[in-house]
């Protein structure tokens, strides 16, 4: 089995186990999804969403965050980690978005990650979910369980992001990564893999191996 066809086989088995291919953050806006994304770094999807609902009722607009203090956006986020560093960040791209683009989020790969805080991994999922666009999220989830499955020999972000787009249907990458994402919270955890009850099993190399070390009954 080719590199290509275990991905197509992989994105088959976990469509089929995870249906609804989705960001778990909750997010209304473009500009709210961005900004829940920049939350997220070092930080669960949970906690953002339970930050988000308070910050983005204070602050509605981009204007709102571009004018806003960053102690003060600090002040709804202390939870998430890094807040002083993601405050600044945060009211710094909105006045790029006001000043540079209008006050839209932008809709290219290449202009979002002209923006303060925002790498190529926030950028594509803005390009997926907000604008349909192909992207591959290389999170931590995607990095691991892409070199467990033997789809990449990497840990750098970029590499990673660049092989899966050699061997994914751009038509469904995004939701690839999503899926991926959703088994790795599941099933394919960093401390203990459930391989047993993993539907990759069968065409996971690591998955087959850690198999085949297990007592037989």
Do not use: W
């Amino acid at each position: 089995m080719t590199k290509k066809e275990r991905a197509a086989e992989v994105e088959r088995l976990l469509t089929a186990e995870y249906p609804d291919a989705e960001c778990q953050l909750i997010y209304t806006t473009p500009l709210e999804l961005l900004i829940a994304t920049r939350l997220s770094a070092q930080c669960t999807d949970k906690r953002v969403n339970m930050v988000t609902p308070a910050l983005f009722e204070r602050f509605r607009t981009v204007d709102d965050f571009a004018e806003a203090d960053p102690s003060e956006v600090a002040d709804y986020i202390k939870s998430c980690g890094l807040y002083k560093t993601k405050a600044a960040d945060i009211v710094n791209m909105c006045i790029a978005i006001r000043d540079r683009f209008d006050g839209r989020v932008p809709d290219s790969l290449e202009q979002l990650v002209t923006l303060p805080g925002v790498g190529r991994k926030t950028a594509n999922l803005i390009m997926g979910d907000v604008y349909g666009q192909p992207a591959v999220v290389t999170d931590t989830h995607v990095i691991r369980i892409s070199n467990l499955l033997g789809l990449c020999d990497t840990r750098d972000p970029v590499k990673v992001e660049m092989q899966l787009r050699k061997l994914l249907d751009p038509a469904r990458s995004n939701d690839f990564c999503h899926r991926v994402v959703l088994h790795g919270r599941a099933v394919c955890t960093a401390r203990s893999p459930r391989c047993e009850g993993c539907v990759l099993n069968k065409i996971c190399p690591n998955g087959i191996k850690s198999l085949a070390k297990r007592p037989k009954a």
